[in-house]
């Protein structure tokens, strides 16, 4: 009986940890942008449009996490397009840890790094299909370093954003 008690007293804790990691998502798929309640926040969110017909709102993660300091540095980012949200992104550039790849392991389960090669030289990405829900975690060279990136759709918003990224393509195979 004992060792049952045990193992639900620990189950509860590593439970606990999970959720109190970081909550995020203060919207759901397919809200609309005045929906979004930011009254909480010690900050006026960005909100950019971009020539795709995408607005991104632009909040730094430490507003929404603040008890979550391994997170400080992260760019929420929730992608609108017509007005609903479609995408969610975590986005954490330049920084010298691991910080959102042990995040997204916790949080959606653990993947295989290439044996002997540290986490911090490792480059590509990992894919979660999860009901709902396509979660990608990738992390990618850039000009000043390398990035972290936690791209999240809901599989209904899957042809608006793959329409999206085709626009973003085509502009970007212009030169422009």
């Not at 999240?152 to 793959?162: A, D, H, M, Q, S």
């Amino acid at each position: 009986m004992k060792k049952i008690l045990l193992k639900i007293f620990v189950f509860f804790i590593l439970f606990s940890e999970i959720a109190m990691a970081c909550n995020f998502r203060i919207a759901n798929f397919g809200d609309q942008k005045e929906d979004l309640n930011t009254e909480s926040l010690n900050y006026e969110p960005l909100m950019m449009p971009d020539r795709f017909g995408g607005e991104n709102l632009i909040i730094p993660l430490e507003q929404i996490c603040k008890s979550n300091e391994k997170l400080y540095g992260t760019q929420l980012i929730y992608l609108y397009i017509d007005n609903k949200l479609s995408r969610i992104q975590l986005y954490r550039p330049v920084m010298p840890d691991r910080n959102l790849m042990d995040f997204a392991m916790q949080k959606y389960g653990k993947f295989n790094l290439p044996q002997g090669l540290p986490k911090d030289k490792w480059r590509g990405n990992h894919i979660w299909n999860l009901n709902l829900e396509t979660v990608e975690y990738m992390v990618t060279d850039i000009h000043d370093g390398h990035v972290e990136i936690i791209d999240i759709v809901n599989k209904l918003y899957l042809p608006t954003i793959e329409n999206y990224n085709e626009k973003v393509g085509e502009w970007l195979d212009s030169g422009q």
